[in-house]
């Protein structure tokens, strides 16, 4: 007879995993939903996968606890839980209530003392625990009975302990676990531990040892003076903070089994209530009683409906198919399912799903094309090729690039519902179809079959009338059909068309790598007198820290924090950090893009790089696999890497065309500034410009360093920089950095009237829009946390600049690529980079093809000031840039 088994969900844990694991969610009335929602689901897929024949949950309070008594600074530091966080724990609680789940929480005690006291009670009862906590201090509580599950990664990702994992994984028992905690302390419980004994110290000594107590009795054994003596000194701290980092299993609080079994005769109509009003239907059918809709609310939410579908694996069933589509003048809904590789070219259609006059069809096209490709190619091109026929689809680009890889063009394309819902509102993160269609027609589709795929077909013109709808009504018809569906063309276009890589080049470049980063090793450990690994936080922290003895910035549970940030802040300290920063630099460069590049040159010696346009909530695009628009250009060596990019042959060259600063005269059209706008309109040098009015001097009396500083004073205003920030860039005093930014606005008072408004119309709207009317929605503005609203206001002076110069350079993009497609030119678009677009151009149509991208970048929109462009050619992409 198998055991009973016991569920403890430890509240606090979780909730925090979830909040900060999840984006921000609010439902209609504001309250934050992401830690319930995410709560929610483990404690669902927790009781899927165990079945607990009990179950219990327990919480913190706020009252002090014994350990705070014997300990004033116990858990001092500890940031305040933000309230966003805080809202949501009496709602999850009346969620617990609602669904029968005992609570368990008191005051004097923590929720792990009361996992601990209940965990133990049901051991001796012979009842299987399992215990789901993201604080790997419960680890000491493993046993055979017990189990610990360990959430990672957020929620998503889970590990389960027993005494036999904890013995096999980390080499101690789970009560050795609390001897380790004592040793080396808890930065997150301000546990002290013994100053310099770090994790891997602690481990090896209660391996050898046992326990604190056995180690303390054999200091003179253990080697290592510094070690010796801080255990001398430290000696009661390591017993007290061992006896801090124990768990109580004796608490006093009463358990009766018969309260905490998991019952079926919860409140199904409340919880169906509460999910409804948290916004929650998506959950609804995973509480039995809890299903359905209420009245007057679209049935049409069951995962269960099946729908019949034709499947075409005949040719000649694909030929009738075929006749069919091209004679009917109805809309063709349809989705596809890809054979995704890393490779470029090993991508493949496995199927077509298609929707016509409420007929389903299943077009097994793998099939078909590997049995008779010719005839399939000219069947696929009298659908694709024929604008009479007109297509609605979801996320079309990547077939698109595959049937363009097969020679068949795709056009007819009315409406794809993953850009009208990334338009409609682009913080989402997801646009998978099934998420798009339960948002908007609360329908469950969650499996990835060939029924799911048929159904989630046959909903696209319900999906497509309410999305058109909501683009309507935002006005934003212009966005999607004249910028945003027509890029799908041109990005599919420059997926297939690739960017060729010089592979010679590129070894050659990968050696000069090499010895570059052995010359800046060997200048690294001369400066540190001595040989280490670099890339060791560890290692690093030692030689900085302790020997170098550079003032620490920042400590983690492991150690010193070494990070960028640290870097920075220590960049004068000494010279070995710009030598470190530069190490980390070039070691990045070599793995990301030299061995990185290598392993995604396509047969053809080209690197087909994969183009997002549904990714940044800014607008701007997004390259991957691999990505082209990031590499950085900091250094000379990050420079070089562009020489390997080369024209596709000898009778092609490489043209780059840069827009020349256009968020600062994307800033100057929106904020109607006359002194701004003057600067452009009379081609001045913003930045001396700016330097002349911040520093009241005569233009041509700027020098060099004014200029400088009045360059990070322009580019910080377009992203809502304060005096710390600016004056933390220049390092200059905060007091100096506030006037800088003062005198700013007074000498361009235009766009102190547009921060101010466009802040005042994001917090009314929680939304603001760019020149094309694209949205981004600001919830954070009006959040009661300072530092959550600061960052709201920063976006909502920002977002409309960043979006505008997005749209101005994915509309002139369409109209370039649409007057070479005219002109039926050999020369293509090949990459896009922020302001910066890149094209293989033919030698024999240079002169036009140049005079096309300046036309059509720089006439692309009617702004107050000129758009201007920086264009050159070059036998790479390092020489054209």
């Known amino acids: 007879m ?78 305040k839980m933000p309230d966003e966080l805080r809202e949501q724990f009496p709602v999850v609680k009346q969620l617990l209530e609602l669904l029968a789940i005992n609570i368990f929480e008191i005051d004097g005690f923590e929720a792990d003392d009361l996992i601990g006291t209940i965990s133990i009670f049901a051991e001796k009862k012979d009842i299987e625990v399992y215990i789901v906590t993201g604080d790997r201090d419960a680890l000491q509580l493993a046993s055979d009975s017990i189990k610990v599950i360990i959430t990672k990664k957020g929620i998503t990702e889970k590990e389960l302990y027993d005494k036999d994992r904890m013995i096999g994984e980390l080499g101690v028992t789970p009560t050795q676990f609390i001897d380790v905690k004592g040793l080396m302390g808890d930065a997150s419980d301000n546990i002290p531990g013994v100053p310099g004994i770090g994790e891997k110290t602690a481990y090896k000594l209660i391996r050898e040892y046992g326990s604190i107590e056995n180690v303390l ?37 009463e358990i009766d089994l018969d309260s905490i079994k998991s019952k079926e005769n919860y409140d199904a109509k409340g919880v169906k209530e509460l999910f409804i009003k948290l916004q929650f239907k998506s959950l609804l059918d995973k509480i039995p009683g809890a299903e359905g809709t209420d009245e007057g609310e679209a049935e049409d939410n069951t995962e269960d409906i099946k729908i019949s579908y034709d499947i075409i694996e005949s040719i000649e069933k694909f030929r009738e198919l075929t ?58 091109k009298r659908i694709f090729e024929n ?94 059909y004249k910028m945003e569906q027509p890029l799908t063309d041109v990005l599919s276009s420059m997926e297939y068309e690739g960017f060729k890589v010089d592979k010679e080049k590129l070894d050659e470049l990968g050696k000069k790598f090499k010895s570059e980063i052995s010359s800046i090793q060997k200048e690294i450990y001369d400066l540190a007198e001595e040989e280490f690994n670099i890339n060791s936080p560890k290692q690093l922290g030692k030689i900085l820290f302790e020997k170098l003895d550079l ?75 691999p990505n082209l628009q990031n590499i950085p250009i900091k250094y000379e060596m990050g420079r070089e890497i562009r020489k390997v990019f080369v024209p596709n042959n000898e009778d092609s060259i490489i043209i780059s065309a840069d827009y020349s600063q256009i968020e600062l005269r994307v800033l100057a059209h929106i904020s109607g500034d006359e002194n701004l706008i003057d600067a452009f309109l009379n081609h001045s040098d913003i930045h001396t410009k700016t330097a002349s009015e911040v520093f009241r001097v005569p233009m041509e009396e700027v020098t060099s360093l004014q200029r400088s500083n009045a360059k990070a004073v322009n580019f910080g205003i377009v992203y809502g920089i304060g005096d710390f920030s600016l004056g933390k860039d220049l390092k200059i005093s905060r007091k100096e950095a506030k006037n800088y930014i003062d005198t700013y606005f007074e000498r361009y008072p235009g766009v102190k009237k547009y921060m101010d408004d466009i802040i005042k119309h994001a917090k009314e709207n929680e939304y603001v829009t760019t020149i094309m009317n694209r949205r981004r929605f600001i919830p954070e503005i009006n959040s009661s946390n300072k530092m959550v609203k600061s960052f709201g206001e920063r976006l909502a002076m920002n977002a409309p600049i960043q979006g505008s110069a997005a749209d101005i350079i994915k509309l002139a993009m369409v109209n370039v690529y649409n007057e070479l497609e005219k002109r039926n030119f050999k020369s293509k678009v090949i990459l896009q980079v922020h302001d910066e677009l890149i094209l293989n ?33 070059g036998e790479n992409w390092y020489e054209a840039k």
């Open 387 to 480: 604008h009479s026929v007109e297509k609605v689809s979801h996320d079309v680009k990547v077939p698109h690039t595959i049937l363009h890889k097969m020679g068949v063009d795709f056009v007819g394309m009315k409406f794809d519902t993953k850009i009208a819902a990334y338009l409609i509102d682009s913080s989402r993160g997801k646009y998978e179809l099934s998420d798009i269609i339960e948002h908007y027609l609360k329908v469950n589709i969650q499996e990835d079959d060939k029924d799911s795929q048929a159904r989630a077909t046959s909903l696209l013109y319900k999906l497509y009338t309410t999305l058109e709808s909501h683009i309507r009504e935002a006005e934003m018809e212009e966005l999607l």
């Open 841 to 873: 151009a033919y030698r024999d149509e240079i002169d036009e093809v140049k005079s096309i991208v300046k036309e059509e970048m720089e006439k692309v929109l009617q702004l107050k000031v000129p758009l201007e462009i920086d264009m050159n050619i």
């Open 551 to 625: 003032p620490v910035i920042k400590k983690t549970k492991t150690g010193y924090s070494t990070n960028a940030e640290v870097l920075e802040e220590l960049s004068d300290k000494h010279p070995i950090i710009e030598k470190i920063t530069y190490y980390r630099q070039l070691t990045k460069l070599y793995s990301t893009y030299i061995e990185g590049l290598k392993a995604v040159i396509d047969e053809d010696g080209k690197i087909h790089s994969s183009f997002n346009q549904t990714v940044t909530t800014t607008g701007r695009l997004s390259s991957t696999e």
């Open 217 to 253: 009795q054999n200091i003179d054994n253990i080697s290592g003076k510094k070690i010796k003596e801080n255990l001398m000194q430290y000696s009661e701290q390591a017993v007290f903070s061992k006896k801090l980092a124990t768990i109580v299993t004796d608490a006093p609080i």
């Open 323 to 380: 006749d069919h589509l091209c004679e009917s003048k109805e809309l063709l809904y349809l989705t596809f399912k890809i054979a995704e590789a890393n490779v470029y070219s090993k991508s493949y259609i496995e199927q077509i799903f298609i929707n016509i006059k409420e007929k389903n069809y299943v077009v097994e096209l793998k099939t078909l094309y590997d049995e008779n490709r010719d005839e399939v190619i000219a069947l696929l």
């Open 2 to 79: 198998s055991k009973e088994k016991l569920l403890i969900l430890d509240g606090n844990s979780l909730m925090n995993r979830a909040y900060y694991a999840l984006p921000p969610l609010t439902n209609a009335e504001g309250l934050h939903t992401n830690g319930i929602y995410g709560f929610t689901n483990m404690l669902l897929k927790m009781k899927e996968e165990i079945k607990p024949d009990y179950i219990v949950c327990t919480f913190d309070r706020s009252a002090p606890t014994f350990r705070h008594n014997e300990y004033k600074d116990y858990k001092a530091g500890r940031k």
